[in-house]
């Protein structure tokens, strides 16, 4: 599944060069995420669209996001037991998280979470970057989150508690994700633009990173 800023979804067979099916979207396309059979887009304006995918894409949902800024990053999260897509993590550019259920059993179970800010003031404010991407743990549930202050965290989203953060990488990480046994986490660093060209050090190319994180994203107790 891919969206753009053409307000067009496509679904596609990697095993052949043209698209599937295409969909007309109101909006241009900040982020999308697809886990079958679900998949979410998140769209300017705030939008967000659910869609089933079992008998082709048919729109489930459509909410306004919870958050007060820009849509910048979205995952899907899966039941622990049943292993089936449950709802999703919204990040924005406002260095906040939102967790939706797609069915909550209440109003509670969605919750936002700041995230991503400078830990003291700067000239007596506090600096916010946005959230770049959202990975999900495999096996715990628990979540990563990276930003353009160069830095990631780890998250119980069960518990609403923070499980770790790592000091400033010195650059923007841009994306991250979780392998499929949940023992690596690879993010990429580099300019992401959240200053302007004045800000672009050419000394300081992109690169990507990887680490151990079994025991680091183990839910609280």
């Known amino acids: 599944m891919t969206g753009g800023w053409d307000k067009k979804l496509r679904f596609w067979d990697m095993r052949q060069p043209t698209p599937l099916s295409s969909l007309d979207l109101n909006e241009r396309v900040y982020c999308a995420d697809a886990v079958y059979p679900v ?3 998140g769209c300017a304006g705030r939008q967000i669209v659910v869609y089933t995918l079992e008998k082709g894409p048919e729109v489930a949902a459509q909410i306004e996001s919870p958050l007060s800024y820009q849509n910048r990053c979205i995952s899907i999260f899966l039941d622990k037991q049943k292993q089936s897509p449950t709802g999703f993590a919204l990040g924005s ?4 998280v939102a967790i939706q259920y797609f069915q909550p059993s209440a109003p509670r179970d969605n919750f936002t979470f700041k995230c ?4 003291t003031p700067v000239n007596g404010y ?3 970057f946005p959230v770049n991407d959202v990975a999900f743990h495999p096996l715990y ?3 990563a989150t990276v930003g353009s202050d160069g830095r990631y965290a780890f998250w119980d989203k069960d518990a609403r508690t923070k499980l770790r ?5 010195e650059m923007p990480i841009t994306t991250c994700t979780i392998d499929r046994s949940g023992n690596l986490f690879a993010y990429a660093c580099g300019y992401d633009w959240f200053k302007g060209h004045e800000f672009a050090d050419p000394n300081k190319p992109p690169k990507i990173c990887m680490r151990q994180v079994l025991e680091e994203m183990k839910p609280s107790k």
Do not use: F, K, M, Q
């Open 39 to 41: 998949g979410v887009v």
């Open 126 to 128: 506090y600096e916010i």
């Open 141 to 143: 549930g628990t979540l």
């Open 93 to 96: 550019i406002e260095g906040r």
């Open 116 to 119: 991503h800010r400078s830990p």
């Open 165 to 169: 953060g790592l000091d400033n990488a």
